[in-house]
């Protein structure tokens, strides 16, 4: 079956410092890729969507200068956390769809974020 | 804007009961999706059941199969012959139907389902 591939698992940065998160479809063209974010014990908010080749739209309350993303291609997105502060601290998961309506929507594993 | 409820914080079952987890959900839109996610202690997401708001028919999967009541924006996950596989965090997620393809999901904030041997 389809697979998204999100690297790395997990990471800790130091305060101050900007951390990359890349999202993969390993068998798919996908077209658009979400991010969300999960603190602990809680549920996934969405924070952006992105499209290959265009700007990503962020949702309301996400700072898209705080969360840098590019869609360069379309097996490839990444978030970048730009100055990472202990609250930035938490689960970021990435989903992808080939884009049309009907196609199911393909979850990476996650990666958790460690600010110190 | 979409919001999506799930009611029950946490469930616990024996093994092989049936369970049923609630989610409500408040929306203007008309053509949407409904979906129930698993996560287990791994954090992968799973799909466990996807129903089209168009579809009068009731999705099922397997021991999976939920009750949709349009009229009420209603969305209930039930589960047969509960497994202790089973166990894990239930999220109720609605998608609304974009033109263009997927769209983001908005999740309730989960249901934790334990399983009992």
């Known amino acids: 079956g389809a697979v998204v591939s999100q690297h790395p698992s997990w990471v800790i940065c130091k305060s101050g410092t900007s951390v990359k998160i890349e999202c993969r479809s390993l068998d798919f063209q996908a077209t658009t890729m979400f991010w969300y974010r999960q603190f602990p014990k809680q549920s996934l908010m969405l924070m952006a969507t992105?499209?290959?080749?265009?700007?990503?739209?962020?949702e309301q309350g996400v700072e898209k200068d705080k969360f840098l993303i590019n869609h360069a291609s379309l097996t490839l997105s990444t978030l970048t956390v730009t100055s990472a502060h202990p609250e930035d601290s938490s689960f970021y998961i990435c989903s992808a769809s080939r884009g049309t309506l009907n196609s199911p929507l393909h979850f990476g594993n996650g990666t958790r974020l460690t600010v110190t | 804007a979409q919001t999506v409820t799930q009611s029950q914080p946490e469930m616990s079952v024996q093994e092989a009961e049936t369970v049923t987890l609630s989610c409500t959900y408040d929306t203007s839109e008309n053509n949407y999706y409904l979906f129930w996610y698993k996560q287990p202690p791994s954090r992968q997401m799973i799909l466990v059941i996807r129903?089209?708001?168009?579809?009068?028919q009731n999705a099922t999967e397997n021991r999976f199969s939920v009750n949709f009541q349009k009229a009420a924006k209603s969305f209930s996950l039930k589960i047969s012959d509960s497994q202790l596989g089973d166990t894990a965090m239930y999220f109720c997620a609605f998608m609304k139907h974009r033109g263009g393809g997927a769209d983001g999901l908005t999740f309730g904030k989960g249901t934790h389902l334990i399983i009992q041997p």
């Open positions: 992105s499209n290959e080749g265009s700007k990503a739209t962020y």
């Open positions: 129903q089209e708001a168009y579809k009068q």
